[in-house]
């Protein structure tokens, strides 16, 4: 029997699609498709997920149990009981909090779903047994700075208005490898409107390819484009003065501030020629109705928060967000008014229990006292939604975490990942059509709950069925523990405001858009003075806001290239892979084939690398050997390399996070996984040192 089921897409990415799913005889999946009847989704989801029965039934999936039987990180295990593997992992968490206290144990997690219950629930554990808490900086924060310096609110022009646009401008995201569902509406502003595409990233990604305009910034430069951009629209009257008088807090100062600041001083530090500039600038100055759509490579880059920041001051200077397809748009995040105390136990939270980076997990098992403070070390992990071996920056240092003898790990995976390899305890997890959940979209507006459709193989446990399980034997007490994944859900609509659960499932989705006013600003923005500020007030966002410039202006990295590390490095998503999950499809690695470096043809002449050849590409965290690709589409002294391969797709086994480094990005903190210098070298060079070869090739 064949039926068409609703569903959601729960992976970390802010389309959030609205799911149509074939399922037969009620226990495995066919087809996978968008809905077409939701307004944002509009029948169109990526390759990735349109292919889910290939992941779903996988004969790799993790089906029972397991303990680990040879050394951490062997892959050697053997099959428990869910007994016997509960009463391990509460045992070392009650062994653990009796001598090291109950700070010695750290529940980690992120957004392997993004699903309310089932990714944020395991906070409720942490609050009720005073375990470490978790600052989640690894995805968001440097952008959510960013957008919060200059707007206040997380919110903005609803994103479908892109199809009433006549220029989009795609900053920072590549959507047709992470956001399909933006082509969609950019596609439709392209045809009814003549609508043109420009796309700032700094390498030609498909995105880039279908552009009208592509700018291939020097990564880490976006502030700088936009000041000269701004400058042009105050030297060239496109500055509507009149909405900033009303709307900005000082625009008189920012005007002086740009004066020094065109696209002459910006062509040096952006790598683009001062007719580039002048081009774009002129085409955003006249465009009413252009609509830029910044992205998550800004949460990437050490100096994310200033770029984006600078980005949003675009629309304001010329004002924009009055215009019906005109503004600027990050996410939705505030436009949903949770209340999370049942899912997260936030009545049982308490702040004294010290808050650890999650992006610097790598400093936290090796014993740094900068994120440790005056607590005891981490002696158990309980690890849900992510794979940090392999994800977290300055992965050579968070490997030798792991190593440690005196660390219990309990991870809960749906396949054995370089994470899980290192666990002592393995449990199998379900995937999102085997369990109920609720969603919220960040790139749209929509509410959506996820019914369980089918059942799970062998003895897959949901991460609310686990963390319950592990409640009742450690002692935790809480009401969230007593319900069923949907009652919590119902429990939580009602508490937000929201209809009930039945209501949802039956009309499928909730619109949740605010109205064009108040999505536009039009009734102030999200600061009290109800002020766009030009200025902001970096140190009420976050601790480390001394290096922060007070107007939009370009803040150069730390981490720049230099003699001896004269290149850049991004590791960009790689089209069929969302970090490192799809990377054990069939299909998805065979269209993606191996890990490789882009490197300007020019740099790889100069070098001497050829294409496919393996280079070494290094730092003073560690090197990584990969193949070459040549590549035109990016500037000299950039290398891309499109992530997250796991570590054994490469020659030494040795991934690429092993590069990126994970000190915490102003002003709060974050992951620069593309702002990494290095050195490059072709194999054949092996015996000369960096500097060496440079010479030589010089």
Known sequence: MREIRSSVCPHDCPSTCALEIEVHDGSRIGAVRGAAANSYTAGAICAKVARYAERIHHPARLTTPLRRTGPKGSGQFTPISWDEALDRVAGAFSETTARHGAEAVWPYYYAGTMGLVQRDGINRLRHVMGYSRQRTTICTYLAESGWEAGVGKIWGPDPREMARSDLIVVWGTNPVATQVNVMTHIARARKERGAKLVVIDPYRTGTAEVADLHLPLRPGSDAALACAVMHVAFRDGYADRAYMARYSDD????????????????????????????????????????????????????????????????????????????????????????????????????????????????????????????????????????????????????????????????????????????????????????????????????????????????????????????????????????????????ATLRASGWPDAATVLASRWIDAQPDFATSHFLNGFGHADGKFHFAPDWAAIGPNHAAMPPLPDHMPSPEDATASLPFRLVTAPARQFLNTTFTETPTGRKREKRPAALIHPEDAARLGIEEGGLVRLGNARGEVRVHARLFDGLQQGVIVVESIWPSDDFPDGVGINALTGDDAAPPKGGAAFHDTAVWLRAEAAEGLTPLEVLTAAA
Request: include cysteine.
């Open 251 to 490: 625009p008189a100062r920012l005007e002086a501030h740009l004066r020094s600041r065109g696209p002459q001083w910006a062509a040096p530090i952006t790598g683009l020629s001062v007719e580039t500039i002048e081009a774009f600038a002129k085409l955003y100055g006249e465009t009413a109705r252009a609509y830029i759509r910044v992205g998550y490579g800004f949460s990437r880059l050490r100096n994310g928060a200033a770029n984006l920041f600078a980005a949003t001051c675009l629309p304001t200077v010329t004002g924009k967000w009055q215009h019906e397809g005109g503004g600027a748009f990050w996410n939705n995040r505030h436009i949903y008014h949770w209340d999370k105390t049942l899912i997260e136990g936030l009545d049982a939270r308490d702040t004294s229990v010290r808050e650890m980076d999650m992006s610097r997990i790598g400093a936290v098992l090796t014993g740094d006292r900068s994120e440790l403070g005056d607590g005891p070390e981490v002696h158990a992990l309980l690890i849900q939604n992510t794979n940090p071996v392999t994800v977290a920056p300055n992965s050579n240092r968070v490997r030798r975490g792991f190593a440690r003898e005196d660390l219990f790990v309990c991870v809960h995976e749906q396949f054995l990942t370089e994470t899980a390899k290192f666990a002592d305890i393995v449990l199998p997890a379900t995937m999102f059509m085997e369990h109920d959940d609720i969603y919220q979209a960040g790139g749209h507006s929509h509410i959506q709950i996820g019914p369980k459709l089918i059942d799970p193989p062998g003895a897959c446990r949901s991460n609310h069925e686990v963390l319950c399980a592990l409640a009742e034997r450690l002692g935790a007490r809480h009401p969230g523990f007593a319900m069923s994944a949907m009652e919590l859900i119902d």
